[in-house]
C-alpha cells in the first residue's frame, strides 16, 4: 500500500536526501534533472549539488503525472507548469483529468457493446439468422453500421482482424454473421485504446467457448487502470499545487534592483 503524502522537510537537501523523498535512486535525480523534470540544482563551491523542497515537489508531481499520461508528456507537462500562468496550469492539468475520464468512458462504451453482442449470440434468432446467413453486409453497410470508414475495415482485413467473404465476378466484400461479430469487438477494443496486437488476439480467440469471456477481461484490466492512473494523478495534486505556486511566486517577485553604479 502507499505511503501517505507529507511534506518534504526543509531544504537544502543533498542528492541524496532528494532521493530518500522523493522515493527515486540518486542516479534517478540526476537523470530528471538532465531531462529537465527538475530545475538544475544550485552548486556549491566545490561542486555538490543542492536542492531545495521545489525539487521534491516536482519530482513526486512527476510521478503521478508519468503514471497517468507517460513520461514524455509528463515532462512537457512539468515544464509548461513552471514557465506558465496559474490559469494555464490549472487548464493543463484539468486537460489530463478530461483524458483519463474520456479514456474511462470509451472503455466503459466497449463494455457495453461486448455485452450487447453476447446477448445477441444468446438468442435464437441469431442461431437461426447464423444458419441462414440472411443479415450478411456489404462493407458500406458495415461501415456505416460500425460508424468507421470502409477504408478502416479494409485495414482491419489486412490486418487480420476482421475477414469477410469475397463474392461476384468482381469480389465484391461480403461480411457474414460471423464477420460482423468480430468487427463490433474489433470496433469496441480499438475505441477503448488498444493496439492491432491485442485485437489481434481477443478476436482470435473468439471462435472459441472464452472468447467474449477474455474481451471482457481485457477491457476490465484497463478499466483498472485507468483508476489505478486516476488516483496516481489524484496523489500528485498537492505537489502540483506546490509547482504551481513556486512559479506563479516566482512570477509575481519583483526584479531585483538594477546596479546603477558606474
Keep these: 500500500m502507499d505511503e501517505p503524502v507529507r511534506s518534504p522537510r526543509r531544504g537544502p537537501f543533498r542528492t541524496a536526501d532528494v532521493a530518500r523523498e522523493s522515493g527515486y535512486s540518486v542516479q534517478q535525480v540526476r537523470d530528471l534533472e538532465r531531462l529537465g523534470v527538475i530545475p538544475p540544482a544550485a552548486r556549491s563551491s566545490n561542486g555538490y549539488r543542492s536542492y531545495a523542497p521545489l525539487h521534491v515537489h516536482a519530482l513526486r508531481a512527476y510521478r503521478g503525472l508519468a503514471g497517468a499520461v507517460g513520461p514524455v508528456v509528463a515532462r512537457q507537462l512539468l515544464a509548461e507548469l513552471r514557465t506558465g500562468t496559474i490559469t494555464e496550469a490549472a487548464s493543463a492539468i484539468n486537460e489530463v483529468h ?6 474511462r468512458e470509451e472503455a466503459l462504451r466497449a463494455q457495453q457493446a461486448l455485452r450487447t453482442i453476447r446477448a445477441e449470440a444468446d438468442t435464437p434468432e441469431f442461431e437461426r439468422d447464423s444458419e441462414q446467413d440472411s443479415d450478411a453486409m456489404t462493407i ?9 470508414r470502409p477504408s478502416t475495415l479494409r485495414f482491419w482485413e489486412q490486418e487480420g482482424l476482421v475477414t469477410p467473404e469475397r463474392v461476384t465476378s468482381l469480389r465484391a466484400r461480403r461480411y457474414d454473421l460471423s464477420a460482423i ?3 463490433r469487438v474489433v470496433t ?12 489481434r488476439e481477443i478476436v482470435g480467440s473468439l471462435h472459441q467457448l472464452d472468447g467474449m469471456e477474455e474481451a471482457g477481461r481485457v477491457l476490465r484490466e484497463r478499466l483498472d487502470q485507468i483508476a489505478l492512473r486516476t488516483v496516481g494523478l489524484l ?9 504551481v505556486t ?3 511566486e516566482s512570477a509575481e517577485a519583483p526584479p531585483p534592483e538594477a546596479d546603477v553604479r558606474k
Excluded: F, I, K, W
Design 140 to 148: 458500406t453497410e458495415l461501415s456505416r453500421a460500425l460508424g468507421v
Design 235 to 243: 496523489r500528485a495534486g498537492a505537489d502540483l499545487a506546490a509547482v
Design 246 to 248: 513556486a512559479a506563479q
Design 188 to 199: 469496441a477494443l480499438r475505441s477503448a485504446g488498444y493496439g492491432v496486437p491485442a485485437v
Design 181 to 183: 461479430r468480430a468487427a
Design 98 to 103: 478530461v483524458r483519463l475520464a474520456r479514456e
